[in-house]
Every structure is written in C-alpha cells, then in structure tokens.
C-alpha cells in the first residue's frame, strides 16, 4: 500500500498573531478520487501548514512516522518563498521520494517549476485524473512516466521536458466522490483567519459546487477550463447534508468560480435548502458574478442563509473593465451591491490597483454607492 502526503501551503504567510488558513478542499477531493479510482491501494494523510505550520524539527519527525512513498503540495504563487524552502527540507530528509507540486502556482508556472531540482513533477490544471494517473505509473515502478497523463509535466534523465496537456476530457462533477472530509480536522480551522473576513471563528467548510468560468478576465488562475460544470442543486444538498449530519458542520464558504452563471440552478439550490429546513449559514468570499445577480436571486440567497458576498468589481473604469476583459455592467453591479446591503447581507468589494495602463486619476477616482438611508443603516449595524 502506497501512503500519499498531500500538504497544504496555501496562504502560509501571516502578521503577527493573526494566521488565516481555510480547510484545503483540493487535497480532500484528490484523496476522495484516488480512493475511489484506486480502492484499498493508498492512505493518505494531509497536513496544512496554513492550520499548523510545522519546524524543520517537527516535520523530520512527521515524516518519519509517515514514510510517505510520495509527498504532494499545493501553492498559491503567494507561497512561493515557501514551496521553495520546504521541497528543499523535504528532499534533504527524504531524497529518494518523489516531490510533485500543484494548485494554481502550478499551473501559472508550469515548467518552469521544474528549474528547482527537488521537485520531481508538476500537475497543471484540474488534479485529479494527473494524480491518479501518476500513482498508477509509480506503483508500476515508472519514474518517468512516458503515458499521457493529464497535465503532468517533468525532466528526462537526459535532460530533455515531457510535457502532456491539461485534461481535455473535464470531468462531471457530479459522478466526483464527495471529499475525503475525514482527513481534516476542522478544530484546527475554528479560531484562524477565514476567507470570510466578517466571520472569524467557529467551525465551517468550503464547499465548490460548480467548476469552470466561460468568461476570459486577463488574470484568471484558469485552474478549471473555460467550461462551466455545475452539480445539480440535489447533489450540492447531498454534500453540504453530509457535513451537516458527520461533522456537525452549518457554516459553508462557497468557492465556486461564478457560483450563478445558471441562474436557475442557483434558484433552485436557495429553494432546496428551504424546502428541506436546512438551517445554515453560507457566505461568498468569492465566485459571483455581480452583474448577473438580480433582486429576486439575491432575495432567495438571503432567505436560504447568505450572510456575507465578496462582490469582485477590479475596477469602476468601463474602459479598464474592457481592456481586463472583465466587461461588468457597472450600474447593475452598484444595483446589486446597495440591495444586497438592503437584505442584510455584508457586502465585500475586490478592487485592483495598478493595472499597466491606469492612471493616478483614474486609481484616486472614487466608486461610490448610491445607498439609501436605511440601506446604509442596516449595513452600519452589521
């Protein structure tokens, strides 16, 4: 039996005593895959160095206890300086198990990972048919697998790149086992920093219901593909019952790319949760798209136990919105924001600064909301 070590270092850095770190998703679903796709060949265990970072010490003696026969990370670009350092300790105390590293700074930077000697492979894109495929070819005893799996990239012994695309054949998210949940030990996650700023303590689960985003902004991670693949609303009912009835969970971040790309569905999801008396709390730290929102859908969210949206603007310049490729409706954006303050949902902006072609006057240009009073009252008072 292999044992896969699948390490979280997403959001490592912190200041001071304030630590955010989220309960790693991706790693639960690469587990839940492989024990599907690979029934009673693996264990795996994950560790989150956002949760609980580890010293040069303690990680020598983790990995002693769990001889892992493959050690697997996933980064934000943020945690680079920090990939760096523990793929060095890792092939110091374990140079003979192969390293492979994923998540988005994987897949923004594909090859070029590979400049550091210690990593062995990288996984561009959507993971889970790449990790299969690669425990697969390494129980077989393949060091350097010649067979096309899906976004796996490494160096030859002489020196030359095996490159393979990203998975082509995306895969239905609604035939994907739910995530291995009983690998993370929510506790850890009860009292840290969250996506969700207005919320900061208590336990919670993110959960992705859709993956994918036909829409083209310049700066997307692109982890998932252009194509949307949504679970049907019984389905995300079934995944958050679950961590309802198992680990007592009630709190949901949802992390969908455009959570409401089909408006119906999103209905149809508010109304499951209502019909069922599911009585919960969820918040969008990120995933919608502000302009397709409208009164009715932000009404429903609110009635099903939204409490909080991040609503990513970038920028209040309709020429920036082009050349980002972002291209929101800006009047319907400040419609929906105001309302959903109205609703008593705590409203959250993303904006970016900086982009090559802004100028000062355009960066010190305020954005302002037309709030009405009671609007700005209930907003106030939360």
Request: net charge neutral.
């Amino acid at each position: 039996m292999a044992t896969a070590l699948l390490i979280g270092l997403e959001n490592v850095h912190h200041k001071g005593e304030t630590r955010f770190a989220t309960p790693p998703l991706g790693l639960a679903c690469l587990a839940a895959f492989a024990r599907e796709k690979r029934p009673g060949k693996d264990s795996f265990v994950i560790i989150d160095e956002a949760a609980k970072p580890l010293s040069s010490k303690q990680w020598a003696d983790r990995l002693a206890q769990i001889c892992p026969d493959i050690i697997c990370l996933s980064a934000l670009t943020t945690d680079a300086g920090a990939l760096t350092k523990k793929v060095e300790l890792f092939k110091y105390l374990l140079p003979s198990t192969p390293i492979v590293v994923g998540g988005p700074h994987a897949t923004a930077l594909g090859e070029k990972l590979l400049e550091n000697p210690g990593i062995d492979f990288v996984v561009r894109g959507e993971g889970e048919l790449g990790f299969v495929g690669l425990l697969d070819a390494l129980e077989k005893g393949e060091k350097y697998p010649e067979n096309s799996i899906p976004g796996l990239k490494f160096i030859r012994p002489d020196g030359s790149m095996k490159i393979n695309p990203y998975n082509k054949a995306l895969l239905d998210i609604n035939t994907l086992p739910l995530p291995a949940w009983d690998l993370i030990p929510f506790e850890d996650y009860s009292t840290l920093a969250r996506m969700t700023p207005s919320q900061i303590s208590g336990f919670y689960a993110p959960i992705m219901t859709s993956r994918g985003c036909p829409f083209h902004c310049t700066y997307c991670h692109d982890v998932f593909g252009s194509k949307f693949r949504a679970m049907s609303p019984l389905r995300v009912i079934e995944h958050m019952e679950q961590l309802i009835n198992k680990f007592g969970i009630t709190d949901f971040e949802i992390i969908d790319d455009i959570f409401n790309l089909d408006y119906d569905r999103a209905l149809e999801i508010c109304r499951l949760i209502q019909e069922k008396g599911l009585n919960i709390r969820f918040s969008f730290p990120n995933g919608l798209r502000t302009d397709l929102l409208d009164k009715r859908l932000i009404q429903e969210l609110a009635k099903a136990g939204a409490y909080h949206i991040a609503f990513a603007v970038e920028t209040g310049s309709n020429r920036l919105q082009k050349t980002i490729k972002k291209n929101l409706d800006l009047e319907k954006v400040r419609e929906n924001i105001a309302y959903a303050a109205e609703m008593g949902i705590f409203t959250w902006g993303f904006f970016m600064l900086g982009f090559p072609d802004e100028t000062k006057e355009q960066i010190k240009k305020p954005w302002t909301l037309p709030f009405r009073p009671s609007s700005t009252e209930h907003f106030s008072s939360r």
